[in-house]
């Protein structure tokens, strides 16, 4: 069974940094792009960006909302996923997703809020 | 980037009876390899979404026979046969033939 398992959320400080992490099992983690996606609450879903494997040179895209502030990388040895946020914004407050490939499994999400 | 815009934002449909939702985006989804890019996610109440279609018609495991998508180019459709009650919930149509990713509004299906 695929599992992917978010961790990291919580209360971020605006300016401050956050690094939410993507653990996955039940499939082989290195053969697919992993995305994040986030959903600000009450709100809709946006995507936010995506590593490619290592096929595919394992390089990333980024949202122009977020583009500059965050970093995601991967761990294909221990099937994990980062998603490094720096510069908080109040913005930035949601629940983020980590992805299997375009949209095929979903986290259960972790909450981040940014607030002082 | 891409818009895509979905109607009707708000669905109350009786059990039982069909429900159609419908995406629109701003450019085509074919990509030059053929396929069309185009997903439809549902998120049910206090869950994460769930996938339900991808390249505008083929369900993705486990995903009832009651769901079908339908469309080309920049038109698209999602169709509920005969609705239940565990599918009340909020319908995203997605595009994933570039990045950025980009989702319809949302369309919230409820119960009469």
């Known amino acids: 069974e695929v599992q992917l398992v978010e961790s990291g959320g919580g209360l971020g400080q605006p300016g401050r940094s956050l690094r939410l992490s993507c653990t996955a099992s039940?499939?082989?983690?290195?053969?697919?792009?992993m995305n994040w996606f986030r959903q600000p609450p009450g709100k809709g879903l946006e995507w936010v960006g995506v590593i490619r494997s290592k096929a595919y040179g394992g390089t990333t895209e980024y949202a122009a909302s977020v583009k500059g502030r965050i970093t995601i990388s991967r761990d294909d040895s221990e099937s994990i996923a980062h998603l490094q946020m720096n510069s908080l914004r109040s913005e930035d407050t949601a629940v983020y997703y980590c992805v299997r490939g375009p949209a095929m499994s979903w986290g259960q999400g972790t909450l981040v809020t940014v607030s002082s | 980037d891409i818009v895509m815009t979905q109607t009707p934002l708000s669905s109350p449909v009786t059990l039982g009876q069909p429900a159609s939702i419908s995406c629109r985006s701003s450019?085509?989804?074919?990509?030059?390899?053929?396929?069309?890019?185009l997903t439809w996610l549902q998120q049910r109440p206090g869950q994460p979404p769930r996938l339900l279609i991808y390249k505008v018609s083929t369900r993705f495991s486990g995903v009832p026979d009651r769901f079908s998508g339908s469309g080309a180019g920049t038109d698209f459709t999602l169709k509920i046969s005969r609705v239940e009650a565990e599918d009340v919930g909020i319908y995203y149509c997605m595009q994933v033939k570039q990045f950025p990713y980009t989702f319809g509004q949302g369309t919230k299906l409820e119960i009469k």
């Open positions: 450019q085509s989804l074919l990509h030059s390899d053929g396929n069309t890019y």
């Open positions: 039940g499939f082989i983690f290195g053969d697919f792009y």
